[in-house]
């Protein structure tokens, strides 16, 4: 079921948490809702819910207007970052319970009930802890019954806030990966709320990036860390360092230093951000002929498995510049600390300051 937001409007208080939204979520597709605490992502997933109306604007599924439409009505499945699984009730009845409760006309036969939740239970892979209960399992396995459990009633549109945001690191990293086959296994359109860049751009078929109430970004995860469109994008998604520069006719200047660049050649004398991933900053101990180079001394050495993090203080600069290596490149240096070196910098994006872009 395709997922039309025409824009969305909300405001608690003098507060703005959504300033006019609108979004396509073709069928079948998983997006995520990505951005910093309080930025609307909830908000807009709860209004897509039904558990919260818009001020403004409208939601429509399928082409229908759904903007009045009784949450019940919306068939809609919701998991939330704590599990709200029934503490009393075994897994197998807390997946049974949307079936149970259903009006009896609408209701399964307790054969069907059965032969549902044992089905999704297989799917969840947890069908052996049926007669257990919930303060029984692991806080991954119970968030996985909360999924079975929204899935139960057949939605046609999955919502997920936070869903592995309660559990510890590796968990975490098992349940994106089984979230992402299980989606490719049901295709049910779903949208998931998170704040962990990692997280969406591993599992989503396309982001959203929202910032203070207004999305900044749509595109495949590659696009938007590839092609961010904005500095808060660029920041957001991953290690960046940032440097104070000026363009002029194509050539962004960073102190001494002048880089050429592919656009703003009609620029003139304009403050503008320079950015430049860590794993884009190469390192050399001899000047590299004629490219542009940075003087720096190395202030810091991490190293963690294959990669190995700098950092580096530029001559005349007090701000650091991180830099991330292979291991095999920094055996090749045999860099230490203390040890002057020279910068090149690859793949830099400006950002002109008056312009926003």
């Given amino acids: 079921m395709s997922i039309e937001i025409r824009n969305?409007?909300?405001?608690?208080?003098?507060?703005?948490?959504?300033?006019?939204?609108?979004?396509?979520?073709?069928s079948g597709e998983l997006v995520a809702l990505l951005g910093p605490s309080g930025c609307g992502k909830t908000t807009l997933l709860r209004i897509i819910a039904g558990l919260e109306t818009p001020d403004?604007?409208?939601?429509?599924?399928?082409?229908?207007?759904?903007?009045?439409?009784?949450?019940?009505?919306?068939?809609?499945?919701?998991?939330?970052?704590?599990?709200?699984?029934?503490?009393?009730?075994?897994v197998f009845e807390n997946v049974a319970f949307g079936l149970r409760v259903r009006p009896k006309k609408t209701r399964p036969t307790e054969a069907e009930i059965h032969g549902?939740?044992?089905?999704?239970?297989?799917?969840?892979?947890?069908?052996?802890?049926?007669?257990?209960?919930?303060?029984?399992?692991?806080?991954g396995q119970r968030q996985r019954i909360a999924l079975a459990r929204a899935l139960a009633v057949e939605p046609k549109v999955l919502l997920l806030d936070e869903p592995f945001g309660a559990l510890d690191a590796k968990v975490r990293k098992e349940l994106r990966r089984w979230l992402r086959r299980l989606h490719d296994e049901l295709h049910i359109t779903s949208i998931f709320v998170t704040h962990d860049q990692e997280e969406a751009l591993e599992v989503a078929d396309r982001v959203v990036v929202i910032n203070k109430g207004k999305i900044e970004q749509i595109g495949t995860p590659q696009d938007v860390y590839d092609h961010p469109v904005s500095p808060f994008v660029y920041q957001f998604l991953g290690n960046v360092n940032q440097f104070k520069s000026h363009v002029h006719h194509g050539e962004a200047?960073?102190?001494?230093?002048?880089?050429k660049l592919d656009a703003h050649h009609e620029t003139q004398n304009s403050p503008a951000l320079a950015y430049v991933r860590p794993h884009d900053i190469d390192i050399q101990k001899q000047r590299n002929g004629v490219a542009p180079a940075?003087?720096?001394?190395?202030?810091?050495?991490?190293?963690?498995?294959?990669?190995?993090?700098?950092?580096?203080q530029r001559a005349g600069d007090t701000e650091l510049i991180e830099a991330e290596l292979t291991s095999e490149r920094f055996r090749e240096l045999a860099l230490m600390e203390g040890e002057h070196v020279f910068i090149y910098p690859r793949n830099v994006r400006v950002f002109l300051q008056e312009h926003g872009g």
């Fill in 253 to 259: 200047r960073i102190g001494d230093v002048g880089l």
């Fill in 294 to 312: 940075f003087e720096a001394v190395v202030s810091y050495i991490h190293a963690i498995g294959p990669i190995v993090r700098l950092e580096l």
């Fill in 56 to 90: 403004s604007g409208s939601i429509h599924f399928h082409g229908a207007d759904a903007t009045e439409r009784n949450v019940r009505d919306r068939q809609v499945g919701f998991v939330f970052q704590h599990y709200a699984l029934f503490r009393h009730m075994t």
């Fill in 116 to 139: 549902r939740v044992h089905a999704l239970l297989q799917l969840v892979q947890l069908d052996w802890l049926a007669d257990r209960y919930p303060p029984q399992l692991s806080g």
């Fill in 8 to 26: 969305v409007r909300k405001n608690f208080g003098s507060f703005s948490a959504l300033n006019d939204v609108s979004l396509d979520v073709p």
